[in-house]
């Protein structure tokens, strides 16, 4: 299960929310504190981020760790919409820079912590990797992202080993799903963050429960369970 972060609020550095953190994406790449599936993150790693309505990314199918470019530059990068991630690679799957969220559509970045079997999805011709979540990313800007939560209930209902925790932004809205992994939410002054696990001990991370849908737009969160939920 990879590992991932989205931020929606004041613009922020790359690295004050990636890599500066105690326990951020930089470490989550070697060190994870609640990864259920796999134990580290070293199949690459992606940032991308909103450039006013551009989608923009960085990916690469190397370990965060070791990246002196990006955390060379990644002090330099702001922006007030933010969806980054590292890469544990389902047994099988490419390793490649393309394998890597976030995807893109033009429109949205998205990315997937968990599996999915492809053969249950609607045929798609956009994927940008034959990796499972390239497959279920083109599937879901097939559909609509805006159908976030009812996709991943139809989907997970269609393969019951699936695992589906989902995390999409638009510029101005986050949504993210927790079907099968962790999900944490921060609220700060300035934004709010969701997160595969929290990157550091405040006291005001709270955990999503399994099979809800998150909501986040204008500051606001709204939380509400996903058809299938236990
Ligand atoms: N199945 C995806 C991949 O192989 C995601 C893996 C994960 O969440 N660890 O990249």
Redesign the pocket.
């Known amino acids: 299960?990879?590992?991932h972060l989205g931020w929606l609020g004041a613009p922020v550095t790359l690295s004050s929310l990636i890599l500066d953190p105690p326990n951020g994406l930089g470490v989550q790449s070697y060190s994870p504190r609640r990864q259920r599936?796999?134990r580290l993150?070293a199949?690459g790693w992606g940032a991308g981020f909103f450039d006013g309505d551009t989608p923009r990314r960085w990916r690469s199918a190397a370990p965060l760790w070791g990246d002196a470019s990006f955390a060379s530059v990644a002090p330099a990068l702001s922006s007030g919409c933010v969806v980054a991630a590292v890469?544990?690679?389902?047994v099988g799957?490419p390793i490649e820079s393309t394998?890597?969220?976030p995807f893109t559509d033009g429109r949205w970045l998205l990315s997937?912590?968990?599996?999915?079997d492809t053969a249950v999805l609607p045929p798609t011709r956009h994927a940008e990797s034959v990796?499972?979540?390239a497959v279920l990313a083109a599937a879901i800007f097939d559909r609509g992202v805006e159908a976030l939560g009812e996709l991943v209930a139809e989907f997970g209902a269609a393969d019951p080993g699936a695992?589906l925790?989902i995390l999409a932004a638009d510029g101005t809205r986050l949504l993210a799903t927790s079907w099968g992994?962790t999900l944490s939410v921060l609220r700060r002054p300035d934004g709010v963050l969701l997160a595969s696990e929290p990157y550091d001990d405040d006291p005001r991370w709270r955990d999503v429960p399994d099979r809800h849908l998150v909501e986040v737009r204008d500051g606001t969160v709204t939380l509400t369970a996903l058809r299938g939920a236990r």
């Open positions: 299960m990879c590992r599936h796999g993150n199949d890469r544990s690679a389902t799957m394998a890597v969220a997937h912590n968990g599996v999915i990796v499972d979540s695992r925790n992994d």
